[in-house]
């Protein structure tokens, strides 16, 4: 890109770990990004995994359609007066916690950067978040120090019975650890809008790809899984948020003015 005059790379989304930003910057290209789109968009999914993969919607759904209105195996649980337990509390994990409140939840969180200013969440330990929550959702960004934050160890932890939800990065979730959980009965429901394997999709365009086989298929085969293809970010409001920012960080390139998302 560098040798063909590219002077500046527009992210349409919050993550850069796909830009090497190092080599970026020795060769003089900016890396520009939306932080911020639609945090509310990725929360309702967020809560909308956590509702379909509880009360067996999906299955439901099947089932109707097959004129089967029987409820075996539908059985969920009350959200409300339960805890919710929120990894990471930047914008979407803010969102995700006022949502739970309003399903009459106790909300509890764990952030390596509390922010003192929330008072409609209580910051705890990461192992006591894991040990008394029955939905976890993850919100934090995909960095060295939380990948594979969902492992065997830390799911060990968690209760028995525990509801997990993952709208962030794929990798924070190391996946033979959680289908080896799964196996043992941990978890009541999992709800995926990412995965590790996303990078290795190769898409042909927007309505067909070819998937890769292995855990993306495994995971599909446990009844209590429920995912979808990383869409939690894709309402009209967010695309246009994405669209006007984009524009804008190239216009403020264009224009010489302050470039307050560039990444380095």
């Known amino acids: 890109l560098a040798d063909n005059g590219v002077k500046i790379i527009l992210l349409r989304c919050a993550g850069f770990n796909n830009v090497d930003i190092k080599r970026a910057k020795e060769r003089g290209v900016l890396v520009m990004r939306v932080p911020g789109y639609s945090p509310e968009a990725v929360a309702e999914h967020a809560m ?18 097959e004129n089967n209105f029987s409820l075996v195996g539908l059985t969920g649980l009350n959200f409300f007066k339960k805890t919710a337990g ?18 009459g939840m106790k909300v509890i969180a764990y952030d390596l950067f509390p922010n003192k ?14 040990s008394t929550s029955d939905l976890i959702s993850l919100h934090c960004p995909m960095t060295p120090e939380t990948e594979h934050l969902i492992n065997s160890e830390t799911i060990a932890k968690m209760k028995d019975g525990v509801i997990l939800v993952n709208t962030s ?12 959980g799964i196996r043992d009965h941990k978890f009541f429901a999992v709800g995926l809008d990412v995965y590790e394997e996303e990078s290795a999709y190769v898409y042909e365009d927007m309505s067909s790809s070819i998937l890769p086989t292995s855990t993306i298929q495994r995971l599909l085969s446990f009844p209590n899984v429920t995912m979808t293809s990383h869409q939690g970010f894709f309402t009209v409001e967010a695309l246009t948020n994405i669209a006007e920012t984009t524009l804008e960080n190239a216009k403020t390139f264009m224009d010489g003015a302050e470039m307050k998302n560039l990444v380095h």
């Open 48 to 65: 909308a995994l956590a509702l379909a993969s509880n009360r067996h919607i999906h299955k439901g759904y099947i089932k109707v359609r």
């Open 117 to 130: 200013n929330l008072d409609f969440l209580e910051y705890v330990s990461l192992d006591e978040l894991l």
């Open 86 to 103: 929120i990894i990471g509390t930047g914008k979407i994990g803010q969102a995700m916690a006022k949502i739970c409140r309003g399903f």
């Open 169 to 180: 990065r794929g990798g924070l979730i190391k996946t033979d650890d959680l289908i080896a």
